[in-house]
């Protein structure tokens, strides 16, 4: 049994002694909220609005633990406002129009706003995200999303457009310290004797999370026995209540590519101790080692390209014996390549003659293949000119026509290709400013 606003009735309260100590610490106000000051400062526009009991629709894109949740809170709580909750984890269209209905009642009978709390609201689909966005026009709800995924990439744009992104961040050791203080000195229960280096290590466990910190040391005054009215916590007990921390990794998600692209990065800086520590990372987090195999066929091309051709087929290898040897070994040839390309001679001038390419072609897709580059496949097309004039460079001096051009006359100056001096690159340069030069000199041009 509920009330209008979906609340339960008081004698159905929850005792607070029985909720989490996460939970009991959450802060009903500004003055008690930590961190998050690049958007809360005074005088910053979000608390200009909150403290002033004035709010729009908005986005909360952040770690876990960072107070997404306990801002929505305390902005419905200034507003004078009713709080939804909806999780995108287990709720569907029906939650949805439930909350709206609740939100259209409890304006009509009580006059007063409501606040739509979407938790992870990156993980409900389009048609279910288009659901929001009539009442979020009319006024009927205040939308307040919550996604720890970039906000660019899985909410649809209708949505982004009538409601602000906030940033939030991981929480610093000083916001945590804050938390842990405050968290110790609620506990009236008991004493508690925690030593410093174990203060430390909570902190350094919750890594900017402040919900997994106060988790943590509930967890340890739970699991720690009462002497003479006070519960002693050290850094041995605080490791074994947090254990081995998962890695933050989920494939597709924000932690997945940022992961890739430290990786990719470290690659072509090459430094090969780190392109090794974010491999490591990939797969500690229960990543797929092909992957990293397929991105260094993509670094092999992209930034080494001509000056080491061996990369390709070094990475092809190591894909090869992953595939045929399994993980064990196989996550160690990848481990061969990925240090062999790091150190490897580094140049792009292929990627970058490449894209210069299919632009120009996208932008002179009209111009004709020249007459001497056509093949004559009949007599009536030997008629027309095709093939006329063509110099067959297997039968020039050193198999090279020298002043033949293979571009179109419009643009047949075009230079795409420019070597660097690293590697086997240099030589490519070398040979390639030679036959420049022979075509110059030659008095066989193509196009006068």
Not at 41 to 53: H, T, V, W, Y
Not at 396 to 425: D, W
Request: glycine residues 6%; contains cysteine.
């Amino acid at each position: 049994m509920t009330n209008v606003n979906g609340s339960l009735p008081l004698e159905f309260e929850i005792d607070d002694s029985f909720k989490p100590l996460a939970a009991r610490m959450r802060p009903l106000n500004l003055d008690d909220y930590v961190g998050q000051e690049h958007i809360l400062s005074k005088g910053m526009p979000l608390r200009s609005a909150i403290e002033q009991g004035k709010c729009h629709s908005l986005i909360f894109w952040g770690p876990p633990g960072t107070g997404k949740t306990t801002l929505a809170e305390i902005i419905a709580n200034s507003t004078n406002a009713e709080i939804e909750r909806v999780s995108a984890v287990t709720s569907g269209i029906k939650e949805i129009r439930q909350a709206i209905e609740n939100a259209r009642q409890r304006a009509i009978h009580q006059q007063r706003r409501t606040v739509l709390f979407v938790d992870e609201v990156h993980r409900f689909n389009k048609s279910q995200q288009d659901a929001f966005l009539p009442h979020i026009e009319d006024g009927t709800i205040i939308f307040i999303g919550a996604t720890t995924e970039n906000p660019a990439f899985e909410l649809n744009q209708a949505v982004l457009s009538r409601a602000r992104v906030y940033t939030l961040k991981k929480l610093t050791k000083a916001n945590l310290r804050s938390v842990l203080d405050k968290a110790l000195a609620s506990e009236h229960l008991f004493a508690i004797d925690i030593s410093s280096d174990a203060q430390k290590q909570l902190i350094a466990c919750a890594d900017g999370d402040a919900r997994r910190l106060l988790n943590l040391l509930e967890n340890c005054l739970d699991s720690i026995t009462t002497r003479n009215n006070t519960k002693a916590v050290s850094v041995e007990q605080v490791m074994q209540v947090a254990g081995n921390k998962m890695a933050l990794y989920d494939k597709g998600g924000d932690a997945f590519y940022d992961m890739i692209s430290a990786f990719h990065k470290s690659v072509r800086g090459s430094d090969p101790d780190a392109a090794l520590y974010w491999y490591a990372r990939i797969l500690t987090g229960g990543g797929d080692a092909l992957y990293v195999a397929r991105r260094l066929l993509a670094i092999a091309s992209e930034d080494i390209g001509n000056a080491d051709p061996r990369a390709m087929q070094l990475a092809i290898n190591a894909w090869d014996t992953f595939v045929r040897v399994g993980p064990s070994e196989g996550e160690r040839a990848i481990a061969q390549a990925c240090v062999y390309m790091a150190l490897a001679p580094k140049s792009n001038a292929v990627y970058q003659a490449f894209s210069q390419a299919k632009a120009l072609a996208k932008e002179t897709a009209t111009l004709d293949v020249p007459f001497h580059l056509k093949n004559a496949t009949s007599s009536i097309t030997k008629e027309l000119g095709h093939g006329q004039e063509y110099r067959y460079a297997h039968n020039e001096v050193n198999a090279f026509a020298a002043g033949e051009n293979y571009f179109p006359q419009e643009i047949s100056q075009t230079q795409f290709y420019q070597p660097s001096e690293r590697g086997l690159e240099k030589q490519l340069k070398d040979k390639l400013e030679y036959l420049r030069q022979l075509n110059k000199q030659s008095n066989e041009q193509r196009y006068d």
